[in-house]
Nanobody, 122 residues
Framework: QVQLVESGGGLVQPGGSLRLSCGAS????????MYWVRQAPGKGLEWVSA????????YYADSVKGRFTISRDNAKNTLYLQMNSLKPEDTALYYC???????????????WGQGTQVTVSS
């Protein structure tokens, strides 16, 4: 059974940092592109970042570029999102998700975690 479990969210002041983690199980983690997606209160889903199977290629939304870093440790079946210089507009429920295809991405996720809440406020 595919399972994705996010952790690391919390309350942080503007300018602060958080590192989110996503533990994966039930599939061969290293064969799938992975994504971070967020949903602000009352808003729709917003793609944040993507990473290829090996971790050597990463992609970011313009809103987080230069502040966030996506990475993965395939030996530990874990995806990470390092978030620096956080802004109030980063407040959202953050989800990790896997691409529905192995190796070659479809850019369409089929499994999502439960989400972890990030709140940026003074």
């Amino acid at each position: 059974q595919v399972q994705l479990v996010e952790s690391g969210g919390g309350l942080v002041q503007p300018g602060g940092s958080l590192r989110l983690s996503c533990g994966a199980s039930g599939f061969t983690f290293s064969r799938n592109w992975m994504y971070w997606v967020r949903q602000a209160p009352g808003k729709g889903l917003e793609w944040v970042s993507a990473i290829n199977t090996g971790g050597g290629s990463t992609y970011y939304a313009d809103s987080v570029k230069g502040r966030f870093t996506i990475s993965r440790d395939n030996a530990k079946n874990t995806l990470y999102l390092q978030m620096n210089s956080l802004k109030p507009e980063d407040t959202a429920l953050y989800y990790c998700a896997r691409d529905r295809f192995e190796e070659t991405p479809s850019y369409f996720p089929d499994y999502w975690g439960q989400g972890t809440q990030v709140t940026v406020s003074s």
